[in-house]
């Protein structure tokens, strides 16, 4: 007959709490999947998008601002400060397993009751003891659990990152077109009032032939409502004027008289190959890449979830040194060791642990569903602005061609009015037509760049640290 062995009862015992600890979670399985590129038709193949793109564009006066904004803006500064909080907390989650050690020293002096349970020589009487040690523990990852915190946290450190260059991306393109913008302002003030002047000689030479009986009182009014027209346009280019400038001094983050302070300027000369450019290169976009990262460290945090199921082990030790006589705190005799080895067996939680599982994978879905949604409006976004400047650069093609012709026909009918052959008021009428076409090459050359710009912004680029 085999011998009672408690050691091997307290064996099996223990096996079955560790078994019951590792209980199965009822939780249901994530249901969110990425869409993937080839589903929406796009190829995600990296295609070169340059990270400083805005630098290409030929203007020293925006160079100087996009370089001010960059260094200076509290977004980026912002952002910067996300970046440095999820890396440290990254650090944080890697410190929280191996081993630990803790250094102590104290010193307690204590006088014993006369009615203290003790003999009577210890009570009545000063005691002190000197106690120098240190307090180790290493907690075991045997489930991964912390590698998995570990890999989510840093997933989310590389989402800051990238967050972070995406909020560089936006703020040189919000500059360069604000820039754009406020040139385009400033050009067609100058075109307005030289289209008012027009229009106030040719209310003049209407008076004047009223006054001469060769004209009708409607023909005055009619003058009178075109130099009203443009009065009031006048005044909208000036607060839109004046709006871009306001902006472009808070977006460079720098006082308004350094934005009056810079001199006049043309719209600057930069073409974009648009053939080259195409959905493609969304596979650089920040944000989506960002979105990509999250779902990554959703995941992991699913996965640290689950571990949660399983038991915890961790080993703690404590060497010190006691002696109630200084003198004798470093003797061999004052030495004291305690070797504590734990086990924590989840064995009920009231829910909790499926809680967490649950809220894990309620997560998980939502960074799919995020993901997902900032990959589809990334594709349109981008589809929608590659037509939009297709579109105005054949319409800046047209308005050229118009442009030169409305040129022709100012020299023709000046000439006309030089011979006599033609009254005043038709060469200021083609005058002013003139000025209309110019009016509208440079409202579609500017729509075009601040296309260009957009388009660059929607596609996104590759890191810098990267390229």
Same mark, same amino acid.
């Given at each position: 007959?085999?011998?009672?062995?408690?050691?091997?009862?307290?064996?099996?015992?223990?096996?079955?709490?560790?078994?019951?600890?590792?209980?199965?979670?009822?939780?249901?399985?994530?249901?969110?999947?990425?869409?993937?590129?080839?589903?929406?038709?796009?190829?995600?193949?990296?295609?070169?998008?340059?990270?400083?793109?805005?630098? +290409?564009?030929?203007?020293?006066?925006?160079?100087? !601002?996009?370089?001010?904004? !960059?260094?200076?803006?509290?977004?980026?500064?912002?952002?910067?400060?996300?970046?440095?909080?999820?890396?440290?907390? $990254?650090?944080?989650?890697?410190?929280?397993?191996?081993?630990?050690?803790?250094?102590?020293?104290?010193?307690?002096?204590?006088?014993?009751?006369?009615?203290?349970? !003790?003999?009577?020589?210890?009570?009545?009487?000063?005691?002190?003891?000197?106690?120098?040690?240190?307090?180790?523990?290493?907690?075991?990852?045997?489930?991964?659990?912390?590698?998995?915190?570990?890999?989510?946290?840093?997933?989310?450190?590389?989402?800051?990152?990238?967050?972070?260059?995406?909020?560089?991306?936006?703020?040189?393109?919000?500059?360069?077109?604000?820039? !754009?913008?406020?040139?385009?302002?400033?050009?067609?003030?100058?075109?307005?009032?030289?289209?008012?002047?027009?229009?106030?000689?040719?209310?003049?030479?209407?008076?004047?032939?009223?006054?001469?009986?060769?004209?009708?009182?409607?023909?005055?009014?009619?003058?009178?409502?075109?130099?009203?027209?443009?009065?009031?346009?006048?005044?909208?280019?000036?607060?839109?004027?004046?709006?871009?400038?306001?902006?472009?001094?808070?977006?460079?983050?720098?006082?308004?008289?350094?934005?009056?302070?810079?001199?006049?300027?043309?719209?600057?000369?930069?073409?974009?190959?648009?053939?080259?450019?195409?959905?493609?290169?969304?596979?650089?976009?920040?944000?989506?890449?960002?979105?990509?990262?999250?779902?990554?460290?959703?995941?992991?945090?699913?996965?640290?979830?689950?571990?949660?199921?399983?038991?915890?082990? +961790?080993?703690?030790?404590?060497?010190?040194?006691?002696?109630?006589?200084?003198?004798?705190?470093? $003797?061999?005799?004052?030495?004291?060791?305690?070797?504590?080895?734990?086990?924590?067996?989840?064995?009920?939680?009231?829910?909790?642990?499926?809680?967490?599982?649950?809220?894990?994978?309620?997560?998980?879905?939502?960074?799919?569903?995020?993901?997902?949604?900032?990959?589809?409006?990334?594709?349109?976004?981008?589809?929608?602005?590659?037509?939009?400047?297709?579109?105005?650069?054949?319409?800046?093609?047209?308005?050229?061609?118009?442009?030169?012709?409305?040129?022709?026909?100012? +020299?023709?009918?000046?000439?006309?009015?030089?011979?006599?052959?033609?009254?005043?008021?038709?060469?200021?009428?083609?005058?002013?037509?003139?000025?209309?076409?110019?009016?509208?090459?440079?409202?579609?050359?500017?729509?075009?760049?601040?296309?260009?710009?957009?388009?660059?912004?929607?596609?996104?680029?590759?890191?810098?640290?990267?390229?």
């Amino acid at each position: 007959m085999r011998k009672y062995n408690p050691q091997r009862t307290l064996l099996a015992v223990a096996a079955s709490l560790l078994l019951a600890a590792c209980a199965t979670p009822h939780v249901a399985a994530p249901a969110g999947q990425p869409l993937t590129a080839e589903a929406l038709g796009a190829n995600m193949a990296p295609q070169p998008v340059a990270a400083d793109w805005w630098q +290409r564009i030929p203007d020293a006066q925006l160079q100087q !601002l996009l370089s001010h904004a !960059l260094a200076e803006h509290p977004s980026l500064a912002q952002a910067d400060a996300r970046l440095r909080s999820a890396r440290a907390g $990254s650090e944080l989650v890697a410190s929280s397993d191996g081993l630990h050690i803790n250094g102590s020293a104290n010193f307690a002096r204590e006088r014993i009751s006369e009615h203290a349970n !003790l003999p009577s020589y210890m009570t009545g009487i000063w005691t002190n003891l000197t106690t120098v040690g240190a307090d180790l523990s290493y907690r075991f990852d045997f489930w991964g659990k912390t590698r998995a915190q570990l890999a989510a946290s840093r997933g989310q450190a590389r989402a800051a990152a990238l967050e972070a260059d995406d909020a560089r991306q936006w703020l040189a393109w919000a500059v360069s077109s604000q820039y !754009l913008e406020w040139r385009s302002a400033q050009q067609s003030q100058q075109l307005l009032q030289a289209d008012q002047q027009l229009a106030r000689r040719q209310l003049a030479q209407a008076e004047q032939k009223l006054k001469s009986g060769l004209s009708a009182g409607d023909e005055l009014a009619q003058y009178r409502a075109q130099l009203a027209e443009i009065d009031e346009r006048v005044q909208r280019a000036a607060m839109r004027e004046a709006q871009a400038r306001h902006a472009l001094a808070a977006l460079s983050a720098q006082p308004q008289s350094a934005i009056d302070s810079l001199g006049a300027a043309e719209l600057p000369s930069w073409q974009l190959a648009l053939p080259t450019l195409g959905t493609g290169q969304l596979g650089l976009r920040a944000d989506i890449l960002a979105a990509r990262e999250r779902v990554e460290a959703s995941a992991q945090t699913v996965k640290a979830a689950k571990a949660d199921f399983y038991p915890d082990i +961790r080993l703690n030790a404590l060497a010190a040194l006691s002696s109630n006589e200084l003198s004798e705190l470093f $003797s061999y005799g004052a030495r004291s060791l305690r070797l504590l080895p734990a086990i924590t067996l989840p064995i009920f939680s009231n829910g909790e642990l499926d809680a967490r599982l649950d809220a894990r994978t309620a997560d998980y879905d939502y960074a799919v569903a995020s993901y997902n949604q900032t990959l589809l409006a990334a594709i349109r976004d981008t589809a929608d602005r590659s037509s939009n400047l297709q579109a105005l650069q054949q319409a800046e093609t047209a308005a050229a061609a118009n442009l030169a012709a409305r040129s022709d026909a100012a +020299r023709s009918v000046q000439g006309r009015v030089t011979a006599g052959l033609a009254a005043p008021t038709q060469g200021l009428a083609e005058q002013r037509r003139l000025l209309q076409a110019r009016q509208s090459i440079l409202d579609t050359r500017t729509q075009r760049l601040q296309a260009q710009a957009a388009l660059l912004r929607a596609l996104g680029s590759l890191p810098a640290d990267k390229e």
